[in-house]
Every structure is written in C-alpha cells, then in structure tokens.
C-alpha cells in the first residue's frame, strides 16, 4: 500500500515539473510575439525660421502603437526640390535604414473657388509650423534625423528606442 501511494506521489510531482516549464515557455513565445507586432511611429516637430533666414526644428513629442500603415505618404527623394526635408532612419551604428521625403512643412498650397466660381490656388509661406509625421517603425530604427533637402547636415536627430 506504502509503494501505490509513493509511486502516486511521484508521478504527481513529475507531472508538475513538466506542466511548471511548459507553461514559462508559452509565456516567453507571446512576448516574443508582442516584439514581433508592427508598430506605427508618430513624430511632432516644430518647424520655424529664424533670423538669419535658417530653419529650426523642435521635437514635440513621440507615440509608439500597435499597427500597420496601408500606404506610404512620402514622396521619393528625386521628388524633392529646395525648402523640402529629407527623413533618415538609423540603426543604432548610425547605418541609414530608410530615407523619405517631407514637402516643405513651411509651405501650404490651398486650393478655392473665387467670386467668379474659378479655382484658384494660393501658396501661403509660414515663419513657424507644427508637423507630424508617421511611419511604419522598423526593428532596427534607433535614431531619427531631418536635415534640409539640400544638405546632409541634419537639424535634428531624436532617439527612438533605447540601445
């Protein structure tokens, strides 16, 4: 009688060690799968013209969220003409991931019906502008820089995940 109840014992303890590590497994897959989610990137800037006719850029503020973006905004970067700004995605070696294309934010083209029912378009130039931007984040992506479309030199650079 002694030897049942051991032997039961025993398969009882064993059968709780197995079901101990498979359930630390499952927890380690689901939050490799929560890595592994797309994320969407949102980025606010300032952007404003200062006295000598140079352009500066404030970070505002960032936001990480689950999702995927259905198409990409950004024009190609042969698109770009003066006054427009390059966006450059950096691993944390500083290696360009990605590069795209912001229209110049300090420029806003609108469109309107005038008194004679014809449309017309007038292009208003700001001293200061808030923008966003939004993007598919990419694993990799450690740094954000903006520079001018002419230059390399950025005017920005904003960390976007811890190294």
């Known amino acids: 009688m002694k030897y049942y109840h051991l032997h039961k014992i025993t398969l009882l303890i064993v059968l709780l060690i197995f079901s ?3 359930s630390a497994k499952n927890v380690s897959n689901q939050s490799s799968q929560i890595e ?3 994320k969407v990137l949102f980025l606010n800037y300032n952007i404003k013209k200062t006295a000598e006719g140079k352009r500066q850029i404030t970070y505002i ?3 990480i ?3 995927k973006i259905k198409q990409n905004p950004f024009e190609p970067i042969e698109n770009g003409i003066q006054g427009d700004l390059i966006f450059t995605e950096l691993n944390k070696k500083q290696k360009v991931i990605n590069q795209l294309l912001i229209k110049n934010p300090l420029i806003k083209k ?4 005038d ?4 449309f017309k378009t007038k292009v208003i130039d700001f001293d200061e502008m808030q923008f966003s931007i939004r993007l598919q984040l990419k694993n990799d992506t450690k740094y954000i820089t903006i ?3 002419a230059k390399s030199e950025p005017l ?3 960390q976007i995940r811890q190294l």
Not at 110 to 113: K, R
């Open 20 to 22: 101990g590590c498979k």
């Open 36 to 38: 592994n989610e797309p």
């Open 61 to 63: 503020n960032k936001k």
């Open 65 to 67: 969220t689950n999702g």
């Open 110 to 113: 609108i469109e309107y019906v």
């Open 115 to 118: 008194e004679s029912k014809h």
């Open 147 to 149: 520079s001018n479309f």
């Open 156 to 158: 920005i650079k904003t």
